[in-house]
């Protein structure tokens, strides 16, 4: 008798390439800063790198744990490309007079590596989520489309003519413009500069149509969802919209309103939880962990975010209105604020929930109301007849079932 074995890949088993990515993502990360510190090219970009360099070890995980969904190898790469490109920029930095060959060609590289990391995320995730396929055959060449404009512009700027070594400052007249430039050590004469030429504009617009139609297929994929698909598509736009109610806080609440300067260490923090949100989303919606309750924390943030909107207003109204209109002081004026927030928030939490509830939990709210009903009304139902009639409505209402039958035991 012949014994053959088989061998079979255990669904706890990682991928390798898992590990590959997650090693590869470090080391770059690391050749990043360190080409940025030799160059004098490090600001205040840690943010980016640390975020961008997250979103690949969140991708290489998950091409560990789930390597059948191409969004876990599209975040993977998105973290690869987007480091690899820090490095290309970080060798030349903007100013420099007398640059060697080497940082000439890597800029050139990563003009490409740069477009790269915009469609990939910008347009190839959007075409995928969260399926790892696109749509229906039809929208594959928005991703042809958008592909092919990319490739064209990263080959037109590796070969272009000159490279630019200095642009116009932010505000002044030559905003924008290339104040000096080099001969590009592997380019082609008469090539004009991706940045500036008439060739680059086109494959530039072709490149942000492709992205919106992919934003479109996302939006079309969300109409025609359900279950699963539906929660996972969810999911991401409760962290798009966390992550830019983030930066939004930073940068406009913060920065432009009320004219706070952010100390660096919270200007960090808002600038990662916002660029994290949605490689977090993704995770958890493929891993599928906890989606049965997206409508509910949904319901949940909106609600706690209207709340403290109206409450806000309402403590800054009195705190400031008070002073002025009344002459109170403003010790007192504070103290009534404070005293009326807390008094109105939990009252007005509970409105603001139940109406929230009507729109993103309507099920889990229709729910609870027929439960509430079928309370009240046996409450104080004596009569089994009367009882089971109220019974087989209420589940009649909310099941369908084909059939019901009650049995009531003698007394």
């Not at 064209?152 to 290339?178: K, N, S």
Request: net charge negative; with cysteine.
């Amino acid at each position: 008798m012949m014994w053959e074995m088989t061998m079979v890949r255990s669904p706890r088993s990682i991928h390798p390439a898992g590990i590959w990515f997650a090693v590869g993502m470090l080391v770059l990360f690391v050749i990043e800063r360190t080409v940025a510190n030799a160059t004098g090219a490090v600001e205040d970009d840690w943010d980016i790198a640390i975020g961008i360099s997250l979103t690949g070890i969140l991708g290489a995980y998950l091409v560990a744990k789930r390597p059948e969904n191409r969004i876990s190898w599209l975040l993977a790469w998105i973290g690869i490309i987007g480091v690899a490109g820090g490095i290309a920029d970080s060798a030349l930095p903007d100013g420099t007079v007398n640059p060697s060959d080497a940082q000439l060609i890597l800029n050139a590289v990563g003009l490409g590596l740069f477009f790269g990391t915009f469609w990939l995320f910008l347009g190839v995730y959007p075409l995928l989520f969260p399926t790892g396929r696109t749509l229906t055959p039809r929208w594959r060449i928005v991703g042809w489309v958008g592909s092919v404009s990319w490739l064209f512009f990263a080959v037109g700027g590796l070969l272009q003519g000159e490279i630019c070594l200095q642009f116009g400052l932010e505000g002044t007249p030559d905003d924008g413009t290339c104040l000096m430039a080099t001969a590009n050590p592997i380019g082609i004469e008469g090539v004009e500069m991706a940045e500036f030429s008439s060739w680059g504009s086109v494959l530039l617009v072709l490149l942000l149509v492709s992205i919106a139609a992919a934003f479109v297929s996302m939006v079309v994929r969300y109409r025609r969802s359900g279950g699963l698909e539906r929660r996972q598509m969810k999911l991401l736009l409760l962290a798009f919209g966390f992550g830019l109610a983030t930066l939004l806080i930073k940068d406009v609440l913060l920065d432009q309103i009320l004219g706070i300067t952010t100390p660096q260490p919270v200007s960090f923090a808002f600038n990662l939880v916002g660029w994290m949100m949605i490689p977090i989303a993704t995770a958890i919606a493929i891993l599928r962990h906890g989606l049965y309750e997206i409508d509910r924390v949904i319901s949940r943030t909106v609600s706690y975010l209207l709340i403290v909107i109206v409450v806000g207003a309402l403590f800054t109204t009195i705190v400031v209105g008070l002073p002025n209109v009344a002459g109170l002081d403003s010790n007192l004026a504070v103290a009534g604020a404070t005293l009326m927030a807390f008094f109105v928030f939990s009252p007005l939490l509970k409105r603001i929930q139940r109406r929230v509830d009507r729109v993103f939990n309507r099920q889990p709210y229709n729910a609870h109301q027929v439960l509430e009903d079928f309370g009240s009304l046996v409450r104080d139902e004596v009569d089994p007849e009367r009882l089971a009639e109220t019974w087989i409505s209420t589940v009649s209402d909310t099941l369908e079932p084909s059939s019901i039958g009650v049995w009531i035991k003698d007394g």
